[in-house]
């Protein structure tokens, strides 16, 4: 690792045919095997389907050299992710390692569906935002400049709401006269010195030295190395290129692939074709190992040995994303990208006692999805020994949840996620990104057997009645409280109050037809029970003579009380 150097990794997102990898090669002085569309199934498409990575260097701005005086060098590491609807799990795999992003936006069309998929999907993954304006050279020269300026004023009241309310806003045009397609890479610091230059790129140039930071990168924590592409090279063995999420990674180091069950050897890194000994978090590298299959492991993670465990289950943390208009329900089934890994989940909500209304949901935004607007409930706080609330459905704001995932998957802690409908009409205006939160507590395979039946998250429950008659001092029958098959048993000792305000337990069944007899537990007030002794019936002649008089309204009785969701005994529970 140079010390000297900076690895600092920069998204490229958009909307589709925006000029996202256009701008990626202007922009880069080296290119890495994955980079420019060079699958050749992008080439036949004419579409980037693939994360690509490209790199360029700049001296290291005086901000940097302030907090690190030993640095001279800044290394952007561009990350050109996918524009089209349909791989947007890829679109967020590459936020998961990015630093900063730059939000693509072609001038002639302004914010598209992808382009606010992509601002959301920013805002939860990285702090800092430049906005490049793409394609001014197809604007007509004498209102350029307005042109462009109407534009500008229009993203920045679509950014006013979101955390990236300040971006700086750059208008370049990254191909002029040109289109999108395969290429190698131009070269930042030929640009910066031709006159020839696309315009505004080196512009932008500046700019990221400007929005550059130094980022907080926990080296001494256990490797964690995101694999984005996997092949073999005859002779030398096998390389993965990826990123290094955590930790750091050396030469002749052992790694573990959890999803293979290997360790594997280290046997040499390359950093942009230039060999090191050495790479920490945020580094983009290849990682030679010995030799296994690289069909086996398109994407994944690898760690240090037994750091990292597959999961099929884990409680994580939720915040509802505003403008996605769909419902988020208990026992529905949602896309969740968890650990670089894309999966089916089934869902059921709870949060902390008193926090579950949730006030009406916010006016839709229009035919486009919008950012999320800050700032963010604190979603409820994590105790396994905790009691929780069962929620039917999450309207906004924040709440705790398990998933259970379709398939086990490998997660780092404290993973990053996001929940989406990617069921929905791909061309569709509507938001798809549904959610998104962190993970916090991973589950074991015996989860259901071992840790649901202790997991003290209940519903509320209860019934009604009305009092039949008054059957002495102390007692009182009850109807229309359980239905007549009901085991009365079960709800023997459970407390009942009366509505005008007495209380009283269970005592048993009356009869055969789902009456209950309840024991008062408080003295019947005058008021009540002059009202049940009115309701009583007169006999004989007294009756026949009696002028008639309406009814008392009968005396309401109500029982509630509480089951936990997962107790396999569906015990009730009463405080």
């Not at 640095?71 to 679109?91: E, K, M, N, W, Y």
């Not at 002794?533 to 003579?545: N, P």
Request: charged share 25%; net charge positive.
């Amino acid at each position: 690792m140079d010390e000297s150097v900076l690895n600092f990794n920069v998204g490229v997102l958009g909307h589709i045919d925006c000029g996202k990898t256009s701008l990626a090669r202007a922009l880069s002085s080296v290119a890495s095997t994955a980079s420019f569309d060079k699958n050749p199934q992008s080439q036949e498409r004419g579409i980037t389907i693939d994360l690509g990575f490209s790199s360029f260097s700049v001296p290291a701005p005086a901000h940097l050299k302030a907090e690190a005086p030993r640095l001279s060098t800044v290394q952007f590491t561009l990350v050109d992710c996918p524009g089209h609807a349909s791989l947007i799990r890829t679109i967020i795999g590459g936020a998961q390692i990015i630093n900063m992003m730059m939000l693509v936006v072609d001038v002639t069309k302004g914010m598209q569906t992808q382009t606010a998929e992509c601002l959301v999907i920013g805002g939860v993954l990285c702090s800092r935002l430049v906005v490049v304006l793409n394609k001014i050279d197809l604007l007509p020269e004498a209102k350029r400049a307005a042109q462009v300026e109407k534009m500008t004023r229009r993203l920045r009241a679509t950014l006013q709401n979101t955390r990236f309310r300040d971006a700086p806003v750059v208008a370049l045009a990254a191909r002029p006269g040109g289109a999108e397609g395969a290429g190698e890479a131009t070269g930042v610091s030929e640009l910066v010195e031709e006159l020839t230059a696309p315009p505004g790129v080196s512009e932008l140039v500046e700019e990221l030295r400007r929005q550059v930071y130094l980022p907080a990168r926990a080296v001494a924590e256990p490797l964690v190395f995101s694999v984005d592409h996997c092949f073999s090279i005859r002779g030398q063995g096998t390389v993965l290129t990826g990123t290094v999420l955590q930790g750091s990674i050396s030469v002749n180091q052992t790694v573990e692939i959890p999803a293979l069950k290997v360790t594997k050897k280290v046997k040499s890194l390359q950093m942009f074709r230039r060999p090191v000994e050495r790479a920490v978090q945020g580094d983009r590298l290849g990682v030679c190992v010995t030799q296994f299959d690289p069909k086996t492991l398109e994407r994944g993670l690898v760690c240090e040995v037994g750091y990292l465990s597959t999961v099929p289950a884990c409680i994580v943390s939720l915040h509802r994303i505003s403008y996605y208009r769909g419902e988020i329900r208990s026992k529905s089934r949602l896309h969740v990208t968890l650990g670089h890994d894309t999966v089916m989940a089934r869902l059921t909500l709870f949060t902390t006692p008193g926090r579950e209304a949730a006030p009406d949901a916010e006016p839709g935004p229009g035919p486009e999805p919008e950012p999320e607007p800050e700032p963010e409930p604190e979603p409820p706080g994590w105790d396994p020994q905790a009691e929780y609330v069962y929620l039917e459905s999450l309207e906004r704001g924040a709440a705790l949840a398990l998933l259970e995932l379709e398939r086990p998957v490998t997660v780092p802690p404290g993973a990053a996620l996001i929940g989406s409908r990617l069921d929905m009409d791909a061309n569709s205006p509507a938001c798809r990104l549904a959610f998104h939160g962190r993970l916090l507590a991973p589950l074991e395979r015996d989860y259901a057997t071992a840790f649901l039946p202790a997991l003290r998250v209940f519903k509320r429950k209860g019934k009604a009645g009305v009092v039949d008659r008054l059957h002495s001092d102390t007692e009182v029958i009850v109807k229309d409280l359980l239905k007549k098959e009901s085991n009365v048993a079960l709800f023997s000792g459970l407390r009942v109050r009366l509505a005008t305000g007495e209380a009283g337990v269970i005592d048993g069944p009356f009869g055969q037809s789902g009456k209950v007899k309840v024991r008062l537990t408080d003295a019947l007030a005058e008021e009540t029970r002059a009202r049940l002794s009115t309701g009583a019936r007169k006999k004989g002649k007294a009756a026949a003579e009696a002028p008639a008089a309406p009814p008392p309204a009968p005396v309401a009785v109500q029982l509630d009380f509480k089951r936990y969701i997962f107790d396999p005994k569906k015990r009730m529970i009463q405080n």
